[in-house]
Nanobody, 124 residues
């Protein structure tokens, strides 16, 4: 139900936009977000957006470089990544939270559904 796309290989300083299509939605959507997992490391929060209002939040490592957005009518989540660095290399996963809850979206356990991920590799 969640399908990421748009990952690939890019050079340092380059840009990439990844997408997450929430097709055949059977659940309401309070928020969507992006996490990333580098090899041998835990999955960590990158960015999130409330679905109806569009309020956004970012990890400390990415503000000013990454922009999260959504197409409300098409149920598509985006992550525009600029000024990419080798340390941004990871599998990027999108996630959905169905029911409203004011806090906690930095934690994996706050989210209800997950995509399989799309690989982003930044070469030095």
């Amino acid at each position: 139900q969640l399908a990421e796309s748009g990952g690939g290989l890019v050079q340092t300083g380059g840009s990439l936009r990844i997408s997450c299509a929430a097709s055949t939605l059977r659940f309401s959507t309070y928020a969507m977000g992006w996490f990333r997992q580098a090899p041998g490391k835990e999955r960590v929060f990158v960015a999130a957006i409330t679905w109806s209002r569009g309020n956004t939040d970012y990890a400390n490592s990415v503000p000013g470089r990454f922009t999260i957005s959504r197409d409300y009518l098409k149920n598509i989540l985006y992550l525009q990544m600029d000024s990419l660095k080798p340390e941004d290399t990871a599998a990027y996963h999108c996630a959905v939270r169905s029911r409203p809850l004011d806090s906690g979206w930095y934690s994996e356990t706050w989210w209800d559904y997950w995509g399989q991920g799309t690989q982003v590799t930044v070469s030095s």
